[in-house]
């Protein structure tokens, strides 16, 4: 657990790309830390910008965001944020807003080892629960909901096999030259992959696209 945060001069990076509930959420903040600084982005993008020249002590981000102005929202942008700000920003305490915190079990390894705070707050929280999920994140808390607990173990290489085959269309020859590892190597993620999702060969129905239903019904790709 990280070490926790001082309530004085602290910087806050508030990310959604809409405009009621991004001033909804900077608004509960305001009066539990009037001294605060809040930074606010619509974008991924942006969001990067900001936290390079900030260097903010907590971010809140909804999952769902447009990656660039004008783009439309979606919940892989919001992962990729996630991603990267915690590759980049080991110790950045983070907290998630999403009804539908599912999506996040993609990033579960680096979830389980980020040095920061980590919780999901669900959008419909009262005010009170919300700044309760904000101190536990800028107290080194991990927090994820229930049935994201209890979700599938998957490892990270069986996601980026999920998503090359199902969001970018490839072969398990061009999937294995993308990964870059050998051929055989996939065949085999895709026998963990349907065991872990119970996708057993079954008459009259495509294995792969059993696989891909499954994988999308549990929230491994969008």
């Known amino acids: 657990m990280s070490q926790a945060v001082s ?3 602290l910087t806050f990076l508030v990310v959604d790309d809409q405009e009621l509930a991004l001033y909804a959420t900077i608004n509960v903040l305001k009066p539990q830390y009037p001294n605060a600084k809040i930074i606010e982005a619509q974008t991924a993008q942006e969001a990067l910008n900001l936290i390079v020249n900030n ?10 965001m447009p990656e660039t102005a004008g783009e439309s929202a979606r919940t892989d942008a919001g992962i990729q944020l ?19 915190p599912r999506s996040l ?3 579960k ?7 920061g ?7 419909s929280l009262s005010m ?3 700044l309760t999920k904000v101190d536990w994140a800028l107290n080194g808390v991990i927090y994820t909901p229930k049935e994201m607990r209890v979700v599938l173990e998957v490892k990270p290489e069986w996601l980026e096999m999920l998503d090359l085959a199902f969001n970018k269309g490839l072969q398990d020859k061009e999937i294995a030259k993308q990964m870059q590892i050998a051929e055989r190597t996939v065949r085999h993620y895709w026998k963990n992959v349907q065991d872990v999702l119970e996708v057993y060969p079954n ?20």
């Open 117 to 123: 705070g980590f919780t999901v707050a669900d959008k």
């Open 128 to 130: 009170k629960e919300m």
């Open 7 to 9: 309530v004085e001069n």
């Open 82 to 100: 996630l991603r990267t700000l915690m590759e980049k920003y080991r110790s950045l305490n983070i907290v998630v807003q999403s009804a539908y």
């Open 105 to 107: 079990i993609r990033l």
């Open 55 to 64: 260097l903010p002590d907590l971010a809140i981000v909804d999952l769902s």
């Open 203 to 222: 008459e009259g129905q495509n294995l792969r696209i059993q696989t891909e239903i499954r994988a999308r019904e549990e929230g491994l790709i969008d």
């Open 109 to 115: 390894p680096l979830i389980s080892s980020h040095e």
